[in-house]
């Protein structure tokens, strides 16, 4: 029975990008659990101790907890983290493969690697490249850098969740090709309503309020057109939309808080489109635009690589870029397909995001190239 250990540092019970990425993945080697193997977790001790009664464990799964993970992270708390994630590999011993994600100051597997020789299955949900330039520091900017390219190069194989990190992956691994595994989406969840009939074109998004997703560039487009807005979340930009709001009253926003997944039904049947749309400079895609198509939800979307089977099969709106006037000439032509009712059109997106943004199939993807490996 080959032995697999899963780490991870980030808070699988946080409602953010990474920690719903840490959950799903996790569940997702749980779930392919047929005592073919035994797999040791190493991750911090979540925030929010019921996560865990949803996790399917049996007999071959073994949690070890991290301290938990702190709001204000400095450089000692990653130096801490990784003395404990070290401790934990080393009580472990050899095992057949280390599956983690990749982050700045992610030197104990390294360490580990060197000792045991054992292979390295890096997932990259991020680019890390990016989040080092945020260190203040450059002394410690310049080390993490150096990290995460030794952990793409020590990998056996590497995982990254999108195109523009596949690309930065491989100028460093040269030879040695990524393989993307797009983020998947609980079907469980996330699944088909019967839409209420709305008075009003209603646009919806559901997250973290951040600058990154242009929630107030979504305001200012649409604050002269019939349009209601249903923001789900919370975050560092909301009192600053607030504020905004209160500055134009005619701006037609209902603010819903943040709610549990399976609360998310009764807004998303109000919804006749959603907002999928990230800032043109930022390198990632966001997990919840899978999340709208798997309801058959259109989007509205920043225009990617990624992202040209939504604009093949008809299943959103495309931004070109991200300026107001051109937010708001897509917004129109919603508007204009709204009145219509085209809206519907070609709204089977939940049959293709099911074919290929399986949590499941992401497991399986990785474990079949543990197994073909040995």
Not at 311 to 319: A, I, R
Not at 345 to 372: G, P, T, V
Request: glycine content about 4%; overall charge positive.
């Amino acid at each position: 029975m080959k032995k697999i250990i899963y780490l991870s540092i980030v808070d699988i019970s946080k409602k953010n990008g990474q920690g719903v990425y840490a959950l799903k993945t996790l569940e997702s080697f749980i779930s392919q659990q047929t005592n073919k193997y035994i797999l040791e977790i190493i991750i911090p001790r979540p925030s929010n101790l019921k996560i865990l009664d949803n996790l399917k464990f049996t007999e071959n799964e073994k949690i070890h907890f991290l301290s938990q993970k702190k709001k204000e992270k400095s450089i000692l708390w990653h130096i801490w983290i990784q003395v404990q994630v070290l401790y934990f590999l080393c009580i472990i011993g050899k095992v057949d493969a280390l599956i983690y994600s990749l982050k700045p100051m992610m030197l104990a597997p390294l360490l580990y690697k060197k000792c045991f020789q054992t292979n390295i299955y890096l997932l990259v949900e991020g680019l890390a490249k990016n989040t080092v330039k945020t260190i203040t520091n450059n002394f410690f900017a310049k080390i993490g850098l150096l990290i995460l390219q030794a952990n793409i190069k020590s990998a056996k194989k590497v995982y990254p969740a999108y195109q523009s990190a596949k690309t930065w992956i491989d100028n460093i691994r040269k030879e040695k090709s990524s393989r993307v595994i797009y983020c998947g989406v609980d079907f469980n969840a996330f699944y088909p309503l019967k839409q209420k009939k709305t008075t009003m074109l209603t646009i919806g998004y559901v997250g973290s309020f951040r600058k990154v997703h242009l929630l107030k560039e979504l305001l200012k487009s649409s604050k002269e057109l019939a349009i209601q807005i249903i923001l789900i979340g919370d975050g560092k930009e909301k009192k600053s939309i607030e504020e905004y709001c209160v500055r134009y009253p005619n701006t037609k926003v209902r603010f819903i808080g943040i709610k549990e997944q399976e609360e998310l039904k009764n807004y998303f049947q109000e919804c006749d489109i959603m907002w999928s749309v990230t800032d043109e400079k930022h390198w990632g895609i966001p997990i919840k635009c899978f999340e709208y198509l798997a309801c058959n939800k259109k989007v509205v979307y920043t225009k990617k690589d990624d992202f040209e089977f939504i604009e093949k099969n008809k299943f959103g709106y495309v931004l070109e870029n991200t300026n107001i006037l051109a937010i708001k000439t897509v917004l129109e032509k919603v508007l204009c397909d709204y009145k219509h009712n085209h809206l519907k059109d070609n709204s089977n997106s939940r049959n293709y995001i099911k074919a290929n943004n399986d949590w499941n199939k992401f497991a399986h993807i990785i474990l079949m190239d543990i197994q073909n490996d040995s």
